[in-house]
């Protein structure tokens, strides 16, 4: 299984804002994924982040909101700009396992947005 | 879009009671995996089910996936303070390779 530190673990944040997320992966991954759950809910994809190639968005998620660099295969970063008190969340990264295609998550970045 | 219905939202157990959370979707899916998400923690793999009908165990846990394959189960037999957390299903969908998540069912063990 892969083991990924997500920095910062939580934060709290002043409106306008931003913030970068870091995700570091103990062995090279192709695809790594991050998601934002919001209090109490599931976990919505954010984007697909795939080293040397700019990131894929999920529809309601741009670029501009939440910038992603893949610089090499084990790390990752998310930032969430201009934020709000609505993004306050949960924000995850996540990689593909190598077994029956199972996720495995980081610790998650708990971010409160006053 | 596609979604996967997941019931209850909560459920309310005295320790050492069943527990059963349920999946469905209206169109086939190509496999579904379960997670469990602990209080203040993250979404842990527990198990994928692939073949119409298959059930799998893992101690005290029993997961089933429907001979359709458009519904799934998670049943856990005498609940104890350690199962306590969200359960998640995800599938993939035979139409597309994107995982979809089941809004998690909290399992709440009375005091």
């Known amino acids: ?114 | 879009g596609q979604q996967v219905m997941q019931i209850p939202q909560y459920q309310h157990v005295q320790e050492g009671e069943d527990f059963t959370t349920y999946c469905n979707s209206s169109t086939t899916l190509s496999n579904i995996q379960w997670y469990k998400q602990r209080p203040g923690g993250h979404p842990v793999f527990l198990i994928q089910l692939v073949k119409s009908g298959e059930v799998k165990k893992q101690k005290r846990l029993t997961f089933q996936f429907g001979e359709a394959k458009k519904n799934s189960s998670l049943h856990i037999t005498a609940t104890q303070t350690t199962d306590v957390g969200t359960y998640f299903c995800a599938a993939y969908m035979d139409s597309n390779y994107q995982l979809i998540w089941g809004a998690g069912t909290k399992l709440i063990i009375k005091p």
Do not use: H
Not at chain 1, 64 to 86: A, G, H, Q, W, Y
């Open chain 1, 1 to 114: 299984s892969a083991v990924i530190s997500q920095k910062p673990s939580r934060d709290i944040c002043q409106r306008g804002t931003s913030l970068t997320i870091q995700c570091q992966v103990d062995s090279q991954v192709t695809m790594m994924f991050w998601y934002r759950q919001q209090p109490g809910q599931s976990l919505t994809l954010i984007a697909t982040a795939n080293q040397g190639s700019e990131a894929t968005y999920e529809s309601g998620f741009v670029i501009d909101k939440f910038p992603i660099s893949r610089p090499n295969l084990t790390f990752s970063t998310l930032t969430v700009s201009n934020m709000s008190p609505e993004d306050s969340s949960i924000y995850l990264c996540s990689v593909p396992g190598q077994g029956v295609g199972e996720l495995f998550f980081g610790e998650g970045s708990r971010l409160t947005v006053l």
